[in-house]
């Protein structure tokens, strides 16, 4: 998407919105643009504001967009403002703490709660596939260049697909 999904659903840039007004920003949007209305509607706005709302729609989701933005700011851009900072508005209180742009590992205290409040049995079933798929590399293609690869591949593989097994962070 070349715009940010905030901006797709009229919403402002806060990884504080609630579920409530992100779907009635998608509402208002579809009802307004989708393409069985009698006149048409606009097929680009209503693709953009779904794609949006799909990012956008859970709690988890607005953080990871938050961050994004933040991450993709031109260095002497100003950030938007975060609730809970100095240049955020007062009357404006958070609803929930923001997810921090920078932190991209789990600290090791919290894997334990976030994989037993997460699909626990998944994350378990997915890990011993790995490994039985790791063993079956190494098994079919002992002591070639691409064992070590393959193993790295599978490796990777589960731990960038771990995150849909974990329970989101806890919120500070």
Known sequence: MSTSPFDALGLPARPDL??????????????????????GGDVPRYTAATAAYAVLRTRWGRSEAFADLAA??????????????PGFPADEAPLEAPVRPGRLLVTAWQLPAR?????????LIRAVVAALLCLAVLALIPGQPA?????????????????????PPPQR
Do not use: C, M, Y
């Open 18 to 39: 609630t579920d409530e007004q992100v779907r009635a920003a998608w509402r208002d949007i579809a009802a307004a643009t989708h393409p069985d209305r009698s006149d």
């Open 115 to 123: 994989i037993r409040h997460g699909r626990p049995l998944r994350l």
């Open 72 to 85: 993709a700011a031109d260095d002497t851009a100003p950030l938007p403002a975060v609730p809970g900072s």
């Open 147 to 167: 064992a070590p690869a393959l193993v790295a591949a599978l490796i990777t593989w589960f731990a960038v697909t771990a995150r849909s097994d974990l329970a």
